[in-house]
């Protein structure tokens, strides 16, 4: 009979649904939405006054749509004061705390006439209002610049001169070694990572600017795959390369689709009688 | 004796030099040691005899050690015999390079697989051929070592913690051309074909990639291990064959699953990046050429210490990791793409369709080069392709004016006088191992060059076809069971590939083959004009100069295209025989209607300020050759403001380069604009600007004097790059538009080329560029700044001049110029950053290692090595390696140091990557410390022995090396007999056992009258030399050719102070110019380095028990390593008889004749007694008394130098 899974009781699942769905729709279709969530309420509320435990989806929505069209305006009232009527209460009115007054500043704007009164009061003045400031911006991104400048090469001499002082130095000059001294070389056994390897400083901006170009191994079903028999004399003309167009579009997950030989597992040598 | 074939083969057919046919191999390679850095294995070839009897088996084979050889399952006897390991084998005096070259040529002749010949010979037992008419297939099963391989297999073993896996050791097999001998015996031709079977075993760990199709893998029983089996059904020459093996990460490429990529650990997000492109040009290639890729796989293997940066086998190529990088990386995008483009070119050809014969190189390579060139037009646009059109094309006339011709397709006739096609070079291009390497880059060049021409000839279209229908041919035989020639359609050949053009378009065209492949060099065109008002034509003046090196007349037609006011007309003139002068009718009456527009040739139509031109002429430009039809040199004479309209308003980039390199003559406001301009046009092609800037960084120096406003370019890069609201600040960088990018990092750079009138570069230029720097701000770029910072640097060092320096001071910190300080601070402080923030590749500290040296050549710093000595080490990034070597190279040079350029033949010698091997000879030759045209306290006898034993013996496990070591000789020392060489006791081999004396033959007179050698010969009298020292030239050579056949064994060396009398006799003669006779000599010398080498046929040596190759190998290396004296040993001996064919003496001079030959008998006479004592002997000397009289009219092979020793099992010389 009733579907257990929808309550009746727990219409506030639906509503929770459709509440966190539809977040960024527009103002008519919340309208509609809401009109429709408060006809659900009702048609939920007279079925739990008819004895209902739980209704199926399907019929909450058959019966809220049957309401919604042939709704007669006139018997209202008086199905309004049945008796038996369920009444819903209204939410409770939270008092919000009253916040000491600290601080009012200027005067608070009144509301305009089209605002109940019982809306809350107007900021004070100084939040919503732009205060002019008095500072050159022309001059700003110079010295910005100025000083991203020397704050970075300020940086990196003292760091640069701590590691030489700390560390093995080289020098260009016979007379004075202290000046202009460099960090001594030193030979690394993989030379090519540090060089081919971006930094992790530069990683990050990689990763923020290239987030989209994510390229993900791909796979198409239809792909003829290389079948690689054991038998050296097989044609092997049949089974080349896709044609020129066919880019496999349709992504798989799993990178064990991909019929390759590298990807094959190892297999278990076999046990052999030796003559 | 085996005649190598190398004519274009009239008969359509492939012949194979070999008695046997070769249709299957087996490698199987059980065990890599990457600790010992050995390799164990064996290798099983199925060969069908093509002739009854077949008793000798030639294969090839190099440094490996050969176990036992067996043959159908009984045990073989071989010879083992590799006279490339030391060329000249007596320790002779002489250093001669005319010598060293025919010598050189002779060993790779006697081993070389295309003539059918082999280091190693087996004797086929006689069971298996005593069988009768029967032909059986024979199984040549050869067991084989590598222990420390010198070449053919690379190991890079980084010495850091853990497994050999952790560590990221890796081998992988390189060469130059077919070098495969080198780590497996096997036929080493690209035109002998098989099927093959290749089974690695190898660390579980690692994996090997290999050629073909991995089958399986396996591991072994104590599960440590794994098999690696491939089988590549597709015949394959073996010189295609490679390997790799490393603890790789592995990629399949998302595009293509047959396609595996390879790369060393931890580099795989590079990987991934680096690849996501190649999908495209596969496309590309199947797409043009119509046909599939033909192998069923395709592998790339990234790995360290690379041999060369790209290097193709088949199904698979072997790339430098170097060529990896992150999306960051802007610049070497295009690079790393073109890398993988020529690689995949050369997998159709080069791999999969190989080559008849060496002669037959050049079609492989202008296949591949020319296809790639359509990428690169399909992919980096036209004018990108253009633009290296021309770039190709002036670096190969470059080259070939300077150093002669580069001939495509050689023809070696049989012996007759046209032996040596390229007499004019130091080395013979007879085979690919003798080759210089930038001879052999000039002629891939070349190649794809004339490939164009012929596209031009006969369409794009047909040339496609017949790329198509070599390709189909081939695979159709490739799908073939092995059939008797079936598998020779797979190699193509000059006949064949020209055959097919003339199938395919009709046409002929023989003229243009004749002209640029059968005969090296290139044209040289002048061109002048003036125009005719009466007549209303353009006279037109075309010279050629064909008596230079390296040109060529040229006969035909060419296309010469003129601008005039109504419009762009090209004619096509005739160049014949003698007619200079062209007349071409103008098709502009005048300038009457002025406002009317300009159509140019594309179309388009344009508005010109037409005040500059000249008011009679309707001449706008005139373009000689637009379309780069001719291999040629253009210089052509036009008024400078003919230049700048061709530079503004001709949308060719080649005609806009060709005008920015003409106004570098015409300093003028208007040319200062026109550039100007150019660097302001966005549409305008960002290599044309690029170089715009340094062409107004040259004409604003020219114009010092006059010059007004801001330095050039300031104000166009402060509007351009920097901030509007503070234009001396750079804005932050972005690099979203690349041709910005690339003139943003050019512009300084040619900026700082500025000088003023003390000639010093404007210290605001110098600001601006130390600002640039100070506000380079790289936060919110998508790409690395690296390039452009590294540009940075470059511009400081070019903003360097010399310093001002008071006599001899010793550069000190406190005499520093202040301009200096800042410069040298900027340097420190970046190079110090690199090492905590390291860039891609290290440009930054390539460039503060080049800046560091500009600075202590200019003597603001002191001038010392030993920072870039440190920073050439092993263990640094391989370009900032070859930067710091290049600048001690230079310090070499500019100090004279004996003592660096010892250090850095030390390095060639010894050092582990090959690539940084042969950068320091070439870099050497490139900027000798001295030539062989002047004087040097380096030039000293020391140094010679050490660079001939470097060549003769020391690189002969890497071909690339020794002739890079052939090329460094050539440059240091010339031709001939080296001028600092002592010379007395040359002059005679002294021969102690039979105490005898005789002229020791490789002495050639640098030139002079060739009189003098007889006169010397018949007075045989030791003539003192001290009181001719400053005698006439002529005295001078009379005297050293004197000196030189004194006589007689009783006759001490002269003193040293003689000797030293001499060297400073002899310097200046090497250093005078040649005279007119000495050609001559040259060619009559060069008919007799005819080499003859017994080949082993000739041999009756015994054979029959087999041996263990292990003891000779062994007992050679000891020759190697131990100084032989002459006289103390047979070869002593066999040098006086062996070096005789090779006497440079005249043939001219009757008498000289005579002498010779009396000579030659005098050897035989000794020879006589030799035969009593040893037996084995006489056989060699029979034969060389019957060559002697074919020598003058036969070509054959001489009796080489190499030949002299061959390492032979004990029981083959007993």
Known sequence: MADPAVMAGGFSAIVGRSGCGKATSSPAENYQLARRRTLQVVVSSLLTECGFESAEKATVESLTEMIQSCFNVDTLPGYAKRSQRMVITAPPVTNA???????????????????????????????????????????????????AASQRRDVERALTRFMAKTGETQSLFKDDVTAFPLIAERPSSIPYLSALLPSELELQTLEETDSSEQDDQTDSENTPVNNLNDDPGADKENSVLPAGGMVPLVKVSEENMIDNPYLRPVKKPKVRRKK | ?????????????????????????????????????????????????????????????????IYRVRVNDLEAPFIYNDPTLEVCHHESKQRNLNYFSSAYTAAVSAVDPDAGHGELVIKVPSELWKQGDEMNVLKVYIEFSLDQPKGGLHFVVPDVEGSMAERGAHVFSFGYQNSTRFWFPCVDSYSELCTWKLEFTVDASMVAVSCGDLVETVYTHD???????????????????????????????????????????????????????LHEIFEFYEEILTCRYPYSCFKTVFVDEAYVQVSSYASMSIFSTNLLHSALIIDQTPLTRQCLAQALAQQFFGCFISRMSWADEWVLKGISGYIYGLYLKKTFGVNQYRHWIKEELDKMVEYELKMGGVLLHPTFGGGKDKDNPTPHLHFSIKHPHTL???????????????????ENRISMEFMLQVFNKLLSLASTASSQKYQSHMWSQMLVSTHSFLKSI????????????????????????????????????????????????????????????????????????????NSLKHDIPCHSKSRRNKKKKIPLMNGEEVDMDLSAMDADSPLLWIRIDPDMSILRKVEFEQADFMWQYQLRYERDVVAQE????????????????????????????????????????????????????????????????????????????????????????????????????????????????????????????????????????????????????????????????????????????????????????????????????????????????????????????????????EAVVDYTRVDRSSVELQWLLNMVQNDPAHYVRHKILSMLGKNPPFTKAAESPLCNEALVD????????????????????????????????????????????????????????????EQGPDTTEMTGN????????????????????????????????????????????????????????????QVLQEEDSSKKFKIRFNTMEEDEIDMESPHDSQAFIHHHLNILERPSTPGKEPPAVDQAVLSLPVTPLPSSFSKESTSSSKHSGHHHHHHEHKKKKKKKHKHKHKHKHESKDKERDSHAFSNSPASGRSVRSPSMSD
């Open chain 1, 97 to 147: 705390p009253v916040i000491p007054k600290a601080l009012i500043a200027g005067q608070k704007r009144t509301h305009p006439s089209h605002i109940p009164s019982h809306f809350p009061e107007f900021p004070d003045p100084h939040t919503y209002i732009k205060t002019p400031t008095f500072r050159e911006p022309v001059s700003d991104y110079q010295v910005v610049r100025e000083k």
């Open chain 2, 1 to 65: 004796m085996h005649e190598i074939k190398m004519n274009r083969k009239k008969d359509k057919g492939f012949e194979s030099p070999r008695p046997f046919k070769l249709t299957h191999q087996v490698v199987c390679i059980n065990n890599i040691n990457f600790q010992r850095k050995s390799v164990i294995g064996f290798v099983e070839l199925t060969i069908f005899p093509t002739v009854v009897n077949l008793n000798r088996i030639k294969l090839n084979s190099k440094q490996c050690r």
């Open chain 2, 223 to 277: 599960m440590r291990k794994k098999t690696f089996h491939y089988v590549l059904p597709i015949p394959t020459a073996a010189s295609n064959i490679s390997l790799s093996v490393g603890p790789f990460e592995i990629l399949v490429d998302p595009y293509m699953h047959e396609v595996t990529h390879f790369c060393l650990p931890q580099l795989l997000p590079l990987l991934k990046h680096s690849m996501s492109y």
């Open chain 2, 436 to 454: 210089s390497w930038k001879y052999y880059k000039m002629f891939q060049c070349k190649a794809h060059l004339v490939m164009r021409l012929i």
């Open chain 2, 502 to 577: 003339s199938n395919v378009s009709g046409k002929d065209i023989g003229p243009l083959i004749k002209q640029w492949v059968d005969q090296s060099a290139v044209v040289k065109f002048f061109g002048s004009f003036a125009f005719n008002r009466k007549r209303n034509v353009l006279e037109l003046e075309i010279r050629q100069d064909y008596t230079s090196s390296g040109t060529q007349k040229y006969v035909g037609p060419i296309k010469v295209t003129v601008q005039e006011l109504d419009g762009s007309f090209n004619h096509t003139l005739q160049i014949e025989e």
């Open chain 2, 658 to 885: 060709e005008s920015i390199l003409a106004l570098e003559k015409f300093p003028t406001p208007a040319s200062r604009l026109a550039l100007t301009d150019i660097l302001e046009q966005d549409q305008c092609f960002y290599k044309v600007r690029q170089g715009a800037c340094f062409c107004l960084a040259k004409i604003a120096n020219s114009m010092m004097s006059t010059w007004t406003g801001p330095p050039a370019m300031k104000s166009l890069f402060t509007r351009m790059f920097c901030c509007k609201s503070c234009p001396n600040i750079v804005k932050t960088n972005t690099f979203i538009s690349f041709q910005s990018y690339f003139l943003q990092k050019t512009m300084p750079v040619a900026m700082a080329q500025l000088r003023d009138i003390q000639n010093l570069c404007p210290k605001d230029v110098l600001n601006f560029i130390l600002d640039l720097i100070k506000y380079n701000d790289n936060r919110k770029n998508k790409f690395s700044d690296n390039y452009y910072r590294a540009e940075l640097i470059d511009a400081l060092t070019n903003s360097l001049t010399p310093a001002i320096s008071i006599s001899n001071e010793v550069r000190t910190v406190d005499n520093l110029n202040g301009d200096v300080r800042l410069i040298l601070e900027e340097i420190t402080r970046s190079l110090n950053m690199e090492k905590l923030l390291p860039s891609y590749r290290n440009t930054i500290t390539v460039s503060c290692l080049r800046a560091i040296r500009m600075l202590q050549k200019n003597g603001h710093i002191p001038s010392d090595p030993s920072l870039f000595k440190s920073y050439a080490e092993y263990g640094h990034f391989v370009d900032v390696r070859v930067a710091a070597l």
């Open chain 2, 946 to 1005: 050490q660079l001939w034993k470097l060549m003769n013996s020391g690189t002969s496990h890497d071909w690339r090396l020794r002739c890079d070591a052939v090329n460094l000789y050539y440059t240091l020392f010339g031709l001939t007999r080296p001028s600092c060489l002592p010379l007395p006791e040359l002059g005679l081999v002294l021969n102690l056992k039979e105490k005898k004396a005789v002229l020791n033959p490789t002495i050639k007179p």
């Open chain 2, 1018 to 1077: 018949t007075m045989g009298v030791h003539i003192p030399v001290m009181g001719f020292t400053s005698s006439l030239d002529e005295g001078l050579i009379t005297m050293e050719t004197v000196s030189s056949v004194s006589m007689s064994s009783g006759v001490a060396p002269p003193p040293q102070g003689l000797k030293r009398k001499l060297d400073s006799v002899v310097g200046p003669l090497g250093s005078s110019p040649p005279e007119p006779g």
